[in-house]
Structure formats: structure tokens, C-alpha cells
């Protein structure tokens, strides 16, 4: 179970959470991105198409370790261009529950190991022990 904390003389978040506290058994995602199950890119040229492919593959993963949306307690975005971050945020509000979002951060990066990419998203779960 997780407990989501608004700490004292910090502004209010919008979209995530600034502490988001849990015990238990970890669950640690690593980053994915816009792939299928075959290697390919899905929605080249298309930021929204990738971020709904990067948080179906982070479902699949979460599920992978007896985990679900519910459970994440810490999401970490890379993006090539901070004006993919609506797009993420639509893919992520697909599947969080808005009103007890997960602490996150949200960085820009000059490049992903891939050119075609955009979007790189990484997530840490805490199940019960």
C-alpha cells in the first residue's frame, strides 16, 4: 500500500506526487521505450503513439513482476524534447490514478540509443511483502 504526502511549505504538485511512501517488496522497471514484442518501432514520427506503446510496455512489465499501475510508487521520464510531455502525461493518465499520482521526474535528453525514439519511461513498484 502506498501513502502519497504533501509535505509542509512545498507548492502543491500538479500531476505527481512529491512523496510517495510504501514498504514492501520493490518491483524496478527498466526504462522502456516505443518497441513491439519483435524489436520494431511503433509510432515513428509520432510522440503519441510512442507513449502509448511505452506505458503498454511498462503494463506488460509491471504485470511480469506481480505488479500493476496501482502499485507504482516512482516514475522517471526521458524525453528527447520537453513538448513530447503532453503526450506522455495523456499515455500516463491512461493508467494512474490521477487523483494519487506517482512521484515522478521528468528530464530532457540530447539523444535515446535509438534516433527514431523519443520517449523513455521507467517505473519503481512497491508490492506488499
Do not use: W
Not at 522497471?29 to 506505458?55: C, H, M, T, W, Y
Not at 506488460?60 to 524534447?81: I, P
Amino acid at each position: 500500500m502506498l501513502t502519497h504526502v504533501l509535505p509542509d511549505g512545498v507548492a502543491p504538485a500538479q500531476g505527481y506526487s512529491h512523496v510517495v511512501l510504501g514498504e514492501g517488496r520493490l518491483v524496478m522497471i527498466s526504462g522502456q521505450v516505443a518497441l513491439d514484442e519483435k524489436g520494431n518501432v511503433v509510432g515513428e514520427g509520432d510522440p503519441a503513439a510512442q507513449a502509448r506503446q511505452v506505458f503498454e510496455n511498462l503494463r506488460r512489465c509491471l504485470e511480469a513482476g506481480g505488479a500493476r499501475f496501482a502499485d507504482v510508487a516512482k516514475l522517471n521520464f526521458y524525453v528527447t524534447d520537453v513538448a513530447f510531455l503532453p503526450a506522455v502525461r495523456a499515455a500516463r493518465d491512461a493508467h494512474i490514478d490521477v487523483a494519487r499520482p506517482p512521484a515522478s521526474t521528468a528530464v530532457q535528453v540530447a539523444a535515446l540509443y535509438r534516433p527514431e525514439l523519443f520517449i523513455e519511461v521507467e517505473a519503481l513498484a512497491v508490492l506488499p511483502r
